[in-house]
Antibody
């Protein structure tokens, strides 16, 4: 079955960096768009970033993270990444990786908490 | 940016009752609309895509419809496991994609 497992979260100071990873299994990873989403404590869902399939030639970001976050993928290792730099308190959230079925997000990881302290 | 507005924010219902949740898009999203269910401490689960198609394994008591920019998720007879927060999401010409603020269905 499809599994997505995030790692790399934790506590970081404002201005610091973290790299999230998402290990995928149970499907042909290279065939799928992948995405990162987040959910601030007690808040709703926010789409963060997207990467196209087959090597990831196309990437997109929500405006609030442009220039600070970088999405990438390693199809040989069935892995998705999110490099987060210049972190701010408002980036504090549970981050989810998700497999995109075209547009809707068909499968989600369990999420990983990122806490940015000021 | 397309804004998705869900109403109401909270619905208080009893098991066995039927409920309808609303989602409005600020502009046309065609049928590029999904619904998700999220229980406390869990990741969201895709329920509906294409405005009205149930995802794999979703019970038939969940149905959804669309009329222009208005979308509705209906749960015909609430079971105990259906008490959760429900989000709508558009994916029209995505990325980007945006979610509604959610509707909490509580006892």
């Amino acid at each position: 079955q499809v599994q997505l497992v995030e790692s790399g979260g934790g506590l970081v100071k404002s201005g610091g960096s973290l790299r999230l990873s998402c290990a995928a299994s149970g499907f042909i990873f290279s065939n799928y768009y992948m995405t990162w989403l987040r959910q601030a404590p007690g808040k709703g869902l926010e789409w963060v970033s997207y990467i196209s399939n087959g090597g990831g030639s196309s990437t997109y970001y929500t405006d609030s993270v442009k220039g600070r976050f970088t999405i990438s993928r390693d199809d040989a290792k069935d892995s998705l990444f999110l490099q987060m730099n210049s972190l701010r308190a408002e980036d504090t959230a549970v981050y989810y990786c998700a497999r995109a079925k075209g547009g809707p997000f068909e499968d989600w990881g369990q999420g990983i908490l990122v806490t940015v302290s000021s | 940016e397309i804004v998705m507005t869900q109403s109401p924010a909270t619905l208080s219902v009893s098991p066995g009752e039927g409920v309808s949740l609303s989602c409005r898009a600020s502009q046309s999203v065609s049928t590029s609309l999904a619904w998700y269910q999220q229980k406390p401490g869990q990741a969201p689960r895709l329920l509906i895509y294409g405005a009205s198609t149930r995802a794999t394994g979703v019970p038939a008591r969940f149905s959804a419809s669309a009329s222009g920019t208005e979308f509705t998720l209906t749960i015909s007879s609430l079971q105990s496991e259906d008490f959760a927060v429900y989000y709508c999401q558009h994916y029209h010409n995505w990325p980007p994609s945006t979610f509604g603020g959610g509707t909490k269905v509580e006892i």
